[in-house]
């Protein structure tokens, strides 16, 4: 677990949330008397506040907070306008092909895959092994379940105990997205990002994630590749799909088409 982050809260009200995220997530628990712009002890801070959780960089000069947010914002932005079934990760998965794909999202992130995938109409499972950012999808999903505009949507996203080597039941589809050494020099990575990456690490375990991948999936498993990278596990997808970012890289088991509705 990385020592350069804590847990932190400001007010008598997020004392008792912030201390239930420390222990779970086994980080220092420390009450803030100065907004994180100022606040050196640490570098990055999980505030948890009444209302929500985010993750700050700390000290001047500091990036936006992250928080998970799918009723506004990006996520809310690319549900809208993000090209719906016809967006590469809706090819690459399939949901065209068949009605309420079961979909096991073994790397969950902040999430924003899944919330694409679960606003096209699958039913996403989601595993995260890193407790930190467990704490702000758990965080993201509560305040979506109150969205008149989302609960819909979120109430198809579930968050599952473990990792992906801890399930054995089948899924339609297994949708991987390992953090990936940044390769681009304009940082696609935006900021905000750049920090989440560093607290989460490289995934150097990822090319173990392929074979359990594709033995839960009965239809195929997905892989989302930045530009120029290399196959996970140097193995040959059955075919992929280049966009201007990133590609994704299809391991077909069966044939989506054949399959009933
Ligand atoms: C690049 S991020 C995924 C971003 C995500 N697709 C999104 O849309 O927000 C990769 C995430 O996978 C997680 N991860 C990597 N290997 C994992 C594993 N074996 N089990 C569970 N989570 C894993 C990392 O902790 C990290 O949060």
Do not use: W
Not at 97 to 120: C, E, Q
């Amino acid at each position: 677990m990385p020592s350069s982050l804590c847990v932190g809260y400001e007010s008598n009200l997020a004392q008792v949330a912030a201390h239930e995220i420390s222990s779970i997530t086994q980080l220092p628990l420390v009450r803030l008397k100065t907004s994180f712009k100022f606040f050196t002890e640490y570098a990055y801070v999980l505030m948890v506040h009444e209302t929500h959780i985010e993750l700050a960089q700390t000290g001047k000069g500091a990036a936006k907070p992250v928080v998970i947010e799918f009723a506004s914002g990006a996520n809310d932005h690319r549900r809208k306008f993000g090209g719906g079934k016809g967006q590469d990760i809706a090819k690459a998965v399939g949901v065209s092909k068949r009605k309420g794909l079961s979909v096991l999202d073994a790397t969950a992130g902040l999430a924003r895959d899944a919330f694409v995938l679960a606003s096209l109409g699958c039913r996403v499972d989601m595993c995260e092994r890193v407790p930190f950012v467990r704490e702000m999808l758990k965080d993201g999903l509560k305040r979506a379940s109150l969205s008149l505009e989302v609960s819909d949507i979120t109430s198809n996203m579930v968050l599952l105990e473990g990792q992906l080597f801890d399930h054995s039941s089948a899924y339609d589809v297994v949708y991987l997205d390992p953090m990936f050494p940044h390769m681009e020099k304009s940082a696609a990575a935006k900021k905000e990002m750049a920090f989440f990456r560093d607290l989460v690490g490289q995934d150097d375990d990822a090319d173990l994630l392929l074979d359990h991948a594709y033995q839960l999936c009965r239809f195929r498993t997905v892989v989302k590749r930045p530009k120029g990278a290399p196959y996970l596990n140097g193995v040959e997808p059955t075919y992929k799909l280049e966009g201007k970012a990133g590609r994704f890289d299809i391991y077909v088991k069966s044939s989506l088409d054949s399959a009933p509705n």
